[in-house]
């Protein structure tokens, strides 16, 4: 790493990548990109707003036809995500939201998917969200749908399966379900659903057995298949359901529409995250017919499509801003160009300090909320809600902002968002995503969705855990009154051990938000280093172990979304950049920084960096709840300027050292 020569090209691709950061910096301060992946969530909205009646543009709808029909997959299904297999879900939904847009029966396109689907068993195959939103269309039976019943948001919350307790967007989606569930919410019978009835079942639509097919789904769907605890449970429910009550279902569905409606005043009608949005809407529909709520839901939707090369498609957020603006400002000071960039961290900066919540959502507890005051979401502050590491990752931005920009953020506020952090600690040291688990892991047994894992409870998570200790030390060495420090110093040794005891047996830290391995160490090393291991320590050596086991004969790393699936690495057959990134970035804060596995990484990232500083697109690198990839756009430019710029810094400073 040491010559001249190899030297002025790192510092050549570093300052180019930086230029093209900062040319793709909206005038906002923040970087926009696809949040897209998830194939679907488009379908979902096109039921919706077929049912509410609110259709889009005609423009709008032929590219949602583009985008549909450049993703079906050869076998003529639709998969999950844009990279996967086809799953009987997203055939059987992406089938029907193009019939809606008026797509005909006899398209060459739609007959595969249909063959696909019937040799599945049809759409009485499908996962219990799949056969709910027929249901909704008038395409499905409620008796098919296995119970939600909205009394179960009456029970005594202290109960550890109070929906309360659910994952916030488990929750946010069980909420508006179960709304339109206990009024078996059901749009008229159009002649395009009548037609639908005989294009999608293997059997004619009145000798169904609904009832029997509750908990029946296509092999290729299942990934986390439903517990005897929930078999059990959907039993007592369907037996309930039997006989409800008028009186109870009425005060029941009450109090859930109050909560949907606090849920939209909270988020601006933005909501926690796609689903819940579109059930959102649909409630209002059902339960308003003045259409104002509908209008004031409709108006908000452009905030998830995005218009891509291959059409227009539904995201799995309002975007990813403030989290990729917090990476992205701490790539460039880790780099040594903030002295370079300033008018472009000025810039990000603004978007940063405007996006921070600033207070607690109205009567909280009534409405099962943590405090937000101080805390950093994922977009935008319109949005709304504040995450863990979301807030961790904006603290450290504005830490590290406040000795380059002219006017940093108050300290009070930094004091807010550390103070949140604290508070939402797990009992086992590690840290949530949005809210302190409030069930026990055990839980999980109750997730009915088949197609998803991990979607109950909010578990403590290694990149939540790791983003959090990080940013906790860097807020306690910003200097801190003693008996503070002594707590944050508490809450970062809990931390540090969670994220010991997480290491595996060979070395790696699994992620659970990004594919996959190589996410999770990066996470993982960095907290560690921050927390004081030594570079030289087994954990880190471990750590080094794995990354170099793993390195393909390119240079690079690449890992694909079967790591998360299986639990074990799964290679690209080439590096990808993002991968080679978090591997390389590990890599410098161990013993093998000085090392051929570093220097063939970063030759790597130097050899598919383009003229123009960017990177070619790659292997998505996002994924949730272990079956679902998602893409984050700016990752490539992001990850791939703080690899090479934290080696560049390396290098200057041993030539420092040296005296060369
Ligand atoms: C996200 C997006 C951001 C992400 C990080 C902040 C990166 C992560 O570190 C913590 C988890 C979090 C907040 C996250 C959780 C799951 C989300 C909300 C998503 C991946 C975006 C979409 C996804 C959501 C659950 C999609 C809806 C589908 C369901 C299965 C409920």
Redo the contacts with the bound molecule.
Sequence with gaps: MNHWAAQKDLSQAVDLARRHLQDTQAPDGSWHGD?GG?VF?LPTLIVATHIVGEPFDPETEQDFIRFFKHHQNADGGWPLHIQGESYAYATALCYVAQRLLGVPADDPGLERARVWLLERGGAANLPPWGKFLLALLNLYDYDGVMPVPPELWLLPTWLPAHPSRFWC??RM?FLPMSYLYGIRAQAPLTPVVRALRDEIFCEPYEALDFRGSQMQCAAGDIYAPLSRGYRLLNGLLNGYEAIAGERLRARATDFVLDQVRQEDENTNNIC????NKVLNMLCWHFAEPDGKRVAAHRRQLPEYLWKGEHGTHMQ??NS?RL?DTAFAVQAICASGRAGTAKPMLELAHAYIEANQVLEDTPDRERYFRDPSQGGWP?SNRTHGWP?S??TAEGLKAAIALRAIVDEPIHDERLDDAAELILGWQNADGGWP??EKARTPSWMEALNP?L??AD?MVDHS?V??TS?CVQALIRYRDQGVDPARAQCIDKAIARGRDFLLARQRDDGAWMG???ICFTYGTWFAVSALRAAGLPADSAALRRAAAFLVSHQLPDGGWGETIESCRRGTYASTPEGQVVMTSWAVLSLLQTEMADSEPVRAGLRFLQDRQRADGSWPDEAIA????RT?A?TYDNYRKIFGLWALGAADVRVNADMTVQGL
């Design positions: 949040y998830p969530l967007h488990s989606i926690i995250g796609p689903i799995g957020y990813s989290w994922f995450i590491d979301c995503t949005y969705s197609v998803f979607i998570y990149e939540c983003a659970a938000w990004g996002g994924v949730f709840n679902c998602i």
